[in-house]
């Protein structure tokens, strides 16, 4: 089991930056993938970005823009989001647990309460 905690979230405007956090507990392996994903209001949920001990990968409208990273030594997971707009404006999720660097949360055994982003135009 692995508990997953995200904090960071909040509200800013329009070209703003925010760096999400998770810190993992629990039987977290640092072999196993761990990921981001958002789901805005009446949307579905989608994969953000996932990383590894050998790289990671980022939904292809977001790359330049958001970036994931990882401190095994403190189990924890980061999202660098910048130049934010009304569109990023969801509920973020941790992830974790996956054997590939996926984007589809049916890979993701664990997952953490969400924080959410609002971003003002």
């Known amino acids: 089991q692995v508990d997953l905690v995200e904090s960071g979230g909040g509200s800013v405007q329009a070209g703003g930056s925010m760096r999400l956090s998770c810190a993992a507990s629990?039987?977290?392996?640092?072999?196993?993938?761990m990921g981001w994903f958002r789901q805005a209001p009446g949307k579905k949920r989608e994969g953000v970005a996932a990383?590894?001990?050998?790289?990671?990968t980022h939904r292809e409208s977001l790359k330049g823009r958001f970036l994931i990273s990882r401190d095994n030594a403190k189990n924890t997971l980061y999202l660098q989001m910048n130049i934010l707009n009304a569109e990023d404006t969801a509920m973020y999720y941790c992830?974790?647990?996956?054997?590939?660097?996926?984007?589809?949360?049916?890979?993701?055994?664990?997952w953490g309460q969400g924080t959410q982003v609002t971003v003002s135009s």
């Open positions: 992830a974790a647990g996956s054997k590939y660097y996926s984007l589809q949360e049916s890979d993701y055994p664990y």
């Open positions: 629990g039987n977290v392996d640092s072999r196993d993938i």
């Open positions: 990383i590894g001990r050998d790289g990671d």
